[in-house]
């Protein structure tokens, strides 16, 4: 069994054994970036609402809990201690306190709309909490665009287990090619933002007249 597989068992056995705590807790990890992904659990736990071992309101209600507490708790860590590891160790990821400005003057723009919508996408809708600490972005406002991604996000994937029944395990199969073109345009996103930097730094700038050699 690799290490995929062996994940996916756990999960499975967490939820069996624990019922809708299980679910929470599940949840929660992977509001706090675990490598759980909340395709599986959300997927078979409303296939468990189809077999009649839960209800689904109630799976979909532990899962968006268990979203939740994880993000403000990934939140909590990037608003106490997150600008203090960026002043350390920043500048070996081309970030400092200008990034920090600027970090915090983009999320009181367009926060509300990034909060809401990275929900949505793999690996960034769990990794949006700890810049959202660092940038101090409100957190009442972060409670409601948080709670409601994750209500439509985990509300689909259960909804999609329940009508697939036994065969739910076609979803991850889905998810997976969902994540891929994911993690293709946040690659993108990160590329772009270091040649920014580096152009920025001026590490990319034009050679001057004068400094061209003969």
């Known amino acids: 069994m690799g290490l995929v597989d062996a994940i996916v068992q756990w999960v499975l056995d967490i939820i069996q054994s624990m019922g ?25 736990s409303g296939w468990l609402s189809y077999d009649g071992e839960f209800n689904l309101f109630l ?4 899962g968006t809990l268990g979203s939740v507490i994880g993000a403000l708790a990934a939140y909590g860590i990037g ?41 949505f996408v793999p690996l960034v809708r769990t990794l949006i909490s700890f810049p959202a600490g660092i940038a101090k972005y409100n957190l009442k406002r972060f409670i409601l665009y948080t709670t409601l991604g994750s209500l439509i996000w985990n509300a689909v994937l259960a909804y999609l287990g329940y009508l697939l029944g036994p065969e739910w395990e076609n979803i991850i199969d889905f998810f997976d090619r969902y994540s891929l ?9 990160v590329v772009w933002w270091v040649l920014h930097r580096l152009r920025e730094m001026g590490k990319f700038s034009s050679p001057k007249k004068g400094d061209e050699g003969v």
Not at 59 to 62: G, H, S
Not at 181 to 189: E, M
């Open 20 to 44: 809708y705590f299980g679910i929470v807790f599940l949840m929660f990890l992977d509001g706090i970036s675990f490598p759980i992904p909340s395709e599986v659990i959300m997927a078979f």
């Open 59 to 62: 799976v979909i209600l532990a």
């Open 79 to 119: 608003y106490t201690g997150g600008r203090v590891l960026v002043q350390r160790f920043g500048r070996f990821v081309l970030m400092g306190d200008d990034s920090l400005d600027k970090a915090e003057a983009w999320f009181k723009h367009y926060g509300d709309w990034a909060i809401f919508l990275t929900r």
């Open 181 to 189: 073109v994911a993690v293709a345009a946040l690659a993108i996103i």
